[in-house]
């Protein structure tokens, strides 16, 4: 065989080690599309107005949390609500957009749920039971529009409660031992994915929206917080440190096809489905700054169980 004829096999051989070596690599999601560069502090975001806007709390000044609007074809930020000397958790909106609820401070209690009629700009305001420290978190309407599903930290433990729009007619959904939290209901309104510690770790557990068969969906040796419905009813997205640092992961809602989304040292947090179902917005911790993320998702798995 000639030289050249040597070095053009060779030359063959080591483009196929490459392309093998390609191949054989575990599939990563896409890089994400920064949506911010503030660095503030942020938590429990949630999409309006078709996903053209973002909602959500934000450590916008020191020793105080406020509502932020954020225009994403502008960029613009606004307050929600005007600044008070009260610090402003959680905002829900109904999806009639005739109420929305939010917690806040400054009351008789550490957090109080404030139910805002929109139409009449009336507030009902809820005190949880107990001593100054109770508190409300997490609250969601429920999609007809007739009763709010929350977190409630009272006498009793942190569970999660449902009640009417006249902060009347509280009901237990759980009443379990450790931490339940961080409820999201799906889109028919017929199942809530939470959080509980049930079993002396954080787990996404399901239950029926009255509180009836509760079961695990996934386990891990560590925290799985922040469940998120997507718009289809058919995937729940979360936080999960079961592979030793924080990411989000997503899972089918019979726990099946559970794969990792994001990939990066630092925390990565509060996933949220854009409406149209293919994108997650993420808080992630990059350079100790927080900002917003919107990943791709696709519906398609690797076997790798990486988001592809």
């Not at 994915?193 to 996404?204: H, K, Q």
């Amino acid at each position: 065989m000639t030289l050249s004829g040597t070095l053009r096999r060779t030359t063959l051989l080591l483009g196929a080690l490459v392309l093998l070596a390609v191949a054989s690599r575990p599939a990563r999601a896409a890089e994400p599309q920064r949506i911010t560069r503030d660095g503030q502090l942020k938590f429990a975001p949630v999409f309006i107005d078709g996903g053209a806007k973002l909602v959500y709390s934000a450590h916008n000044q020191p020793k105080r949390v406020s509502i932020i609007r954020l225009d994403l074809a502008t960029g613009k930020q606004s307050l929600h609500y005007s600044i008070g000397s009260d610090s402003q958790f959680d905002i829900a909106f109904s999806r009639d957009r005739k109420f929305e609820c939010f917690a806040r401070s400054g009351g008789p209690r550490q957090l109080s749920l404030v139910i805002r009629n929109l139409a009449t700009g009336k507030d009902v305001v809820f005190d949880p039971p107990g001593a100054q420290r109770s508190t409300v978190r997490s609250p969601r309407f429920m999609p007809d529009g007739k009763r709010i599903v929350m977190t409630m930290n009272a006498p009793g433990g942190q569970q999660i409660v449902s009640l009417n729009l006249q902060g009347k007619d509280v009901r237990n959904l759980t009443a379990s031992n450790g931490i339940n939290g961080w409820p999201d209901i799906s889109p028919d309104g017929k199942t809530i994915v939470f959080s509980s510690s049930r079993n002396g770790v954080l787990d996404v557990w399901l239950m029926e929206a009255n509180g009836e068969n509760q079961r695990p969906l996934v386990r891990s040796p560590r925290r799985d917080i922040y469940p998120s419905w997507s718009p289809d009813g058919r995937r729940i997205a979360f936080t999960s440190a079961r592979d030793g640092n924080q990411e989000v992961y997503v899972v089918d809602r019979d726990g099946d096809n559970l794969h990792r989304v994001t990939r990066h040292p630092e925390r990565d947090g509060y996933p949220l489905w854009h409406p149209d179902g293919q994108r997650l917005l993420t808080i992630s911790e990059r350079g100790g700054r927080f900002d917003f993320y919107l990943w791709n998702v696709s519906a398609t798995r690797s076997a790798t169980g990486e988001a592809p």
